[in-house]
């Protein structure tokens, strides 16, 4: 079955510094990652995704992630932290091996809080 | 692109009670999913849709939760005979059928309270 592992209930990072938010993956075959923010009383947005290819995906807001296969990780980051950056961030993957390939599992949730 | 509307966007019933939630997705989105999220927790899969046809439910979606998609465009989730688990928002997203790899769109969701 597939499953997604973020470890750090919350992040806290200076304005300015980088950023790494870690999720990691178990899935029987070839996985798509996707990366989501939620802001309070919101639904998620969508940030960037990870099919095939480069192993570092760019994304929306600054952020960029990157798939390591033998970790099978799949760590979001921002080289620079903005206040406005903080919220919910969700890893999430959908297993192609799996026959409902449609659904996404979504990880528990990372909060990231960017102090001025 | 209007984005993914859901109403309400708060419900609060008593326990026993039905309720029923609307969902109207992005126009040209042929998918659509019910999704449920309780506080500290990423949301979890209830159900989709492509066009009308209900192609998977979840184990989480018991007896008293329905969901339909009967034109094709939007969609609605009743539970009936509301419990206090029940409590949560749930989400609705809408993508394209065009391949796994078409991100979802979510609404903003509708935050259900039980008393």
């Known amino acids: 079955a597939q499953s997604v592992a973020q470890p750090e209930d919350q992040v806290n990072v200076a304005e300015g510094n980088p950023l790494t938010v870690k999720c990691t993956y178990s899935v029987s075959g070839n996985p798509y990652l996707f990366w989501y923010v939620q802001y309070p009383n919101r639904g998620l947005q969508f940030l960037l995704k990870y099919i095939t290819g480069d192993n570092l995906v760019k994304g929306s807001y600054g952020f960029e992630a990157e798939f390591n296969k033998s970790q099978t990780s799949f760590h979001l980051k921002k080289p620079s932290a903005l206040v406005s950056d903080s919220a919910l961030y969700f890893c999430?993957?959908?297993?192609?091996?799996?026959?409902?390939?449609?659904?996404?599992?979504f990880g528990s949730g990372t909060r990231l809080s960017i102090r001025p | 692109d209007t984005g993914v509307s859901q109403n309400p966007r708060h419900k609060i019933t008593k326990r026993g009670q039905n309720v029923t939630f609307r969902c109207d997705p992005i126009s040209e989105h042929n998918r659509l999913y019910w999704y449920r999220q309780t506080l500290g927790q990423g949301p979890e899969f209830l159900t989709y849709?492509?066009?009308?046809?209900?192609?998977?439910k979840s184990r989480l979606l018991s007896d008293r939760f329905s969901a339909e998609r009967p034109k094709g465009s939007f969609s609605t989730l009743e539970i009936q005979r509301t419990e206090q688990g029940d409590s949560a928002m749930y989400l609705c997203?809408?993508?394209?059928?065009?391949?796994?790899?078409?991100?979802?769109?979510f609404g903003d969701g509708t935050r259900l309270s039980i008393l």
């Open positions: 997203a809408s993508s394209l059928s065009q391949g796994p790899n078409q991100p979802q769109h």
């Open positions: 999430a993957v959908r297993d192609l091996s799996d026959s409902s390939a449609s659904k996404i599992i």
């Open positions: 849709f492509q066009n009308e046809a209900q192609l998977e």
